[in-house]
């Protein structure tokens, strides 16, 4: 057997250092369709996981991968799949699946210019909107969105971590950008690797219900084939998992769904400040424009700016307390992203009125510029 934790400092790409977080984080099964850019994602666990005891399989389209890391989620292995616009988009109804049968599996999105088939081989961040509303129906989603190539090796483990505690699925909202640029990566020793597993099952098989919340409000999990009581539905359910067609369980069902992410925010939600405590302008970016945007804070500041920057290494749920409570003393905000404003919209929500909010962004295929971000200083401030 291979180690899956390749300890060491290696030369990779953003896309295998992601498959190798997968692998430190115990997955076991990858599900998944070749696309651009996402594809050397699969390609590296197609390598490794018969190395390490995991199965790898291609599936004929991406309908199918998300179902089968669904199904291998259930069977009580840890499961992702990776993908890019088109395929996320036909992922998306069984993703909902996923999160009203409450399977933990890991969904990684790496980012290229749409709508449709775009530009397949560059960059952008136009599905930060389609990963918190893609599926039908109202539901909370956790997306993660990395910044290099080390940083989507542990959010990739996070995600699988914040998976498996939740019994939700968790998006990893990469880039082209970071997905094939080649960096630094060290991995450490697997001792020095925090990994969380799903909350199993105890008790009476015959009176376990599977939906039934435990601590943060989510349900112990039974494995298929283990002998419990289980029942499995899409439909609206109660705690036994049986179908329950009234408003009441509707209500309820919805509440846990709900109330499991947003009653936990403190635990889930990761931001990362540079140069805040005196800070006048306040640059909010994520993934790939993080680092325009860490770039043109200190460009600003050589130039007498106080500016500083706060990077959303959790887009969602959303990080509206902290966005809050600087607009209690900032004198604006800028946003930096690689689309016409999804997060940006999130940004001015958040302020409410108490300070201006501009945007630095365009329509993909290239990153932003720090002189972009410069231009709307020089220029707004």
């Given at each position: 057997?291979?180690?899956?934790?390749?300890t060491?400092?290696?030369?990779?790409?953003?896309?295998?250092?992601?498959?190798?977080?997968?692998?430190?984080?115990?997955?076991?099964?990858?599900?998944?369709?070749?696309?651009?850019?996402?594809?050397?994602?699969?390609?590296?666990?197609?390598?490794?996981?018969?190395?390490?005891?995991g199965?790898?399989?291609?599936?004929?389209?991406?309908?199918a991968?998300?179902?089968?890391?669904?199904?291998?989620?259930?069977?009580?292995?840890?499961s992702?799949t990776?993908?890019?616009?088109?395929?996320?988009?036909?992922?998306?109804?069984?993703?909902?699946?996923?999160?009203?049968?409450?399977?933990?599996?890991?969904?990684?999105?790496?980012q290229?210019?749409?709508?449709?088939?775009?530009?397949?081989?560059?960059?952008?961040?136009?599905?930060?909107?389609?990963?918190?509303?893609?599926?039908?129906?109202?539901?909370?989603?956790?997306?993660?969105?990395?910044?290099?190539?080390?940083?989507?090796?542990?959010?990739?483990?996070?995600?699988?971590?914040?998976?498996?505690?939740?019994?939700?699925?968790?998006?990893?909202?990469?880039?082209e950008?970071?997905?094939?640029?080649?960096?630094?990566?060290?991995?450490?020793?697997?001792?020095?690797?925090?990994?969380?597993?799903?909350?199993?099952?105890?008790?009476?098989?015959d009176?376990?219900?599977?939906?039934?919340?435990?601590?943060?409000?989510?349900?112990?999990?039974?494995?298929?084939g283990?002998?419990?009581?289980?029942?499995?539905?899409?439909?609206?359910?109660?705690?036994?998992?049986?179908?329950?067609?009234?408003?009441?369980?509707?209500?309820e069902?919805?509440?846990?769904?709900?109330?499991?992410?947003?009653?936990?925010?403190?635990?889930?939600?990761?931001?990362?400040?540079?140069?805040?405590?005196?800070?006048?302008?306040?640059?909010?970016?994520?993934?790939?424009?993080?680092?325009?945007?860490?770039?043109?804070?200190?460009?600003a500041?050589?130039?007498?700016?106080?500016?500083?920057?706060?990077?959303?290494?959790?887009?969602?749920?959303?990080?509206?307390?902290?966005?809050?409570?600087?607009?209690?003393?900032?004198?604006?905000?800028?946003?930096?992203?690689?689309n016409?404003?999804?997060?940006?919209?999130?940004?001015?929500?958040?302020?409410?009125?108490?300070?201006?909010?501009?945007?630095?962004?365009?329509?993909?295929?290239?990153?932003?510029?720090?002189?972009?971000?410069?231009?709307?200083?020089?220029?707004?401030?």
């Amino acid at each position: 057997m291979e180690p899956a934790v390749l300890t060491g400092t290696h030369y990779m790409t953003g896309d295998e250092a992601c498959a190798e977080g997968a692998l430190a984080a115990g997955c076991l099964f990858f599900g998944g369709y070749p696309i651009t850019p996402a594809t050397e994602v699969a390609e590296r666990m197609a390598e490794r996981l018969p190395g390490v005891g995991g199965v790898f399989i291609q599936m004929e389209d991406e309908i199918a991968a998300m179902a089968s890391i669904a199904g291998a989620s259930c069977a009580g292995v840890k499961s992702m799949t990776s993908t890019s616009g088109p395929g996320f988009s036909l992922m998306m109804e069984n993703l909902g699946l996923a999160i009203v049968t409450e399977t933990p599996c890991v969904v990684v999105n790496v980012q290229r210019a749409g709508p449709s088939t775009g530009l397949p081989t560059q960059g952008a961040q136009g599905d930060m909107y389609q990963a918190r509303w893609g599926s039908h129906g109202h539901y909370e989603i956790i997306a993660l969105a990395p910044a290099s190539a080390q940083d989507i090796f542990y959010q990739t483990i996070r995600a699988f971590n914040l998976s498996e505690k939740y019994r939700t699925p968790v998006l990893v909202m990469t880039d082209e950008v970071i997905g094939h640029m080649s960096e630094r990566v060290v991995i450490p020793r697997a001792e020095e690797i925090t990994v969380f597993n799903r909350p199993r099952a105890k008790g009476r098989k015959d009176r376990f219900k599977p939906f039934e919340p435990g601590p943060l409000g989510v349900p112990p999990m039974a494995i298929a084939g283990e002998g419990y009581n289980i029942h499995v539905t899409g439909l609206t359910h109660d705690e036994r998992g049986y179908p329950v067609m009234s408003v009441d369980c509707q209500r309820e069902m919805m509440a846990r769904l709900i109330g499991k992410i947003q009653n936990n925010l403190d635990d889930i939600i990761e931001v990362e400040g540079y140069l805040l405590d005196d800070a006048e302008i306040v640059l909010i970016s994520y993934g790939v424009s993080a680092r325009t945007s860490r770039a043109a804070a200190d460009e600003a500041r050589e130039m007498g700016c106080k500016v500083g920057f706060l990077r959303l290494a959790t887009v969602w749920p959303f990080p509206e307390k902290h966005i809050r409570e600087l607009a209690q003393r900032v004198k604006g905000f800028i946003t930096v992203e690689i689309n016409f404003g999804q997060i940006h919209r999130e940004v001015e929500r958040a302020v409410q009125g108490k300070a201006p909010c501009f945007l630095a962004g365009h329509c993909g295929g290239t990153v932003i510029s720090p002189d972009a971000v410069l231009d709307i200083i020089r220029r707004e401030f």
